[in-house]
Nanobody, 122 residues
Framework: QVQLVESGGGLVQAGGSLRLSCTAS????????MGWFRQAPGKEREFVAA????????RYADSVKGRFTISRDNANNTMYLQMNSLKPEDTAVYYC???????????????WGQGTQVTVST
């Protein structure tokens, strides 16, 4: 099995920044895509960003383009989400996701972290 552990969430004022981390452990796979999803209260979970195994391909939701940057460090099995210019509407629980294979798409894979809360105040 795979374990995904997020960290880095917290409370920040609008316009501020946070960096989320997700560390994977357990079963090793030859290739997988990693991504971030978020769920605000009363809303469905939605795609935020994803990154290929090599890190050469990334994909973002329109709502975060230009503000968020996804990256990964395969040597340390860790993925990051740098979030700048945060808005109150970014408030949500952010989940790390792992999808087997090569396709960088908005559909999540089967492996999830426990989530980390991000709250952006006005």
């Amino acid at each position: 099995q795979v374990q995904l552990v997020e960290s880095g969430g917290g409370l920040v004022q609008a316009g501020g920044s946070l960096r989320l981390s997700c560390t994977a452990s357990g079963r090793a796979f030859s290739s997988y895509v990693m991504g971030w999803f978020r769920q605000a209260p009363g809303k469905e979970r939605e795609f935020v960003a994803a990154i290929s195994w090599s890190g050469g391909t990334t994909r973002y939701a329109d709502s975060v383009k230009g503000r968020f940057t996804i990256s990964r460090d395969n040597a340390n099995n860790t993925m990051y989400l740098q979030m700048n210019s945060l808005k109150p509407e970014d408030t949500a629980v952010y989940y790390c996701n792992l999808r087997l294979g090569f396709r960088v798409i908005t559909t999540p894979g089967n492996y999830w972290g426990q989530g980390t809360q991000v709250t952006v105040s006005t």
